[in-house]
């Protein structure tokens, strides 16, 4: 079934190529597609394209297929061309002629955009949840080990002394500027675009505010033609925000493979949470870690991946937009499951103590000595250079204390204040206004 097709049918080819694997991707769309039409259908009641006994009964049938998809019983048929023919093919076939009426005053154009932010709009709430834990674990980890030092490196290379309670904090101060870029993508996709139609509006007098009401969004997309240039937009924006997070987990799963390795013996993990090797039955491999940084950097890829498909595209819609939704779609499930593994082996790092004790780490306090002779009296350039000149001579032999205390330093890590700084963010979203489209579905119908 398609919803445009007239008195002759495509050549199998052609609609092989044209489809694609649009319809394996309106899977992740499906009860967002039921859910917009839920809405839909009221407005067209409430503007008289259907009776209340017409409204009553799609209504019935939608639900039922939104428990179907929450079941897992939902398909894409084969012959049925996206998820929105689906839907509209079950209602025609189980309630008759008014299933026919679903699709009045709007285009798969919009009913695509609808579904598209409705889901990274969910997504986006669900991925800033696991952020939120990932943070206060790092948070944790970093009080729980702020007095045990760390090597600092700078071009890899040993610079000055850190800590464990400076590393993990760096790592959750990070995640407040990502939780930055995901509210700016949920604010973008918390805009309403149904009833652009296919991009120019519609004769039939649509309630858009009705539906913005209905479905939880903060406003509308109000010009018709800008609604539907929000395609692949909302998306890059979106990929965005999923590839800061993705940075941020990369960088911190390159340290924990860098600081597993026996070199540096820094950290480790209890032996189940590590693989071996088929003939050295020493190693303690950090494969989850490496996989973390190997899907994170895919996943940093996917806002280029976008641009590039838009970056020639005219206003108006074009065909092009629909392989967005092939690697989009997943990225937000492969972004949560490296958040939760990096939450889950975080929770279990084991960190060595004493580590700078070894003499192989001395030179790390070349720049506390310096510092001390500067408080002392000296200039510091005359100061650099008398240390300069006994690490040469292999005289230099200074104190290891250390006495940080500025803000964000070993001894004052200001980790209250990031976490000031992530309560600020996380203020700024509004979940309650979007739940509130699931009233739609009736007190027997599941929430998603």
Known sequence: MKLWQKNFDVHAEVEQFTTG???????????FDVLGSLAHTQMLQQIGLLTASELATLQTGLRQIYREIEAGEFRIEPGVED??????????????EVGKKIHSGRSRNDQVLVDLKLFIRHEIKELAGIVHQLFDLLISQSERYRHVLLPGYTHTQLAMPSSFGLWFAAYAESLVDDLHLLQAAYRVADQNPLGSAAGYGSSFPLDRQLTTDLLGFATLNYNVVYAQMTRGKTERVAATAIASLAATLAKLAADVCQYMCQNFDFITFPKELTTGSSIMPH???????????????RLQALPNEITLVLVNLTSGYHRDLQLIKENMLPAFAEIGQCLHMTHYMLGQVQVREGILNDDKYLYLFSVEEVNRRVLAG???????????????????????????????????????????????????????RAQRMYQLLGETVPAG
């Open 21 to 31: 694997r649009d319809r394996e991707s309106d899977l992740w769309l499906a009860r």
């Open 378 to 432: 000296t200039t510091f350039r005359d100061a650099y250079r008398q240390v300069g000149l006994e690490i040469e001579e292999g005289r230099f032999d200074p104190p290891r204390s250390l006495a940080h205390t500025h803000v964000g330093s070993l001894g004052n890590l200001c980790n209250s204040e990031i976490a000031q700084k992530w309560a600020l963010v996380w203020e700024g979203f509004v979940f309650e």
């Open 283 to 297: 190693k303690k491999n950090p494969d989850v870690f490496e996989l973390v940084r190997a899907r994170c950097n």
């Open 83 to 96: 998820v929105h023919s689906q839907v509209e093919l079950l209602l025609t076939q189980r309630l008759g």
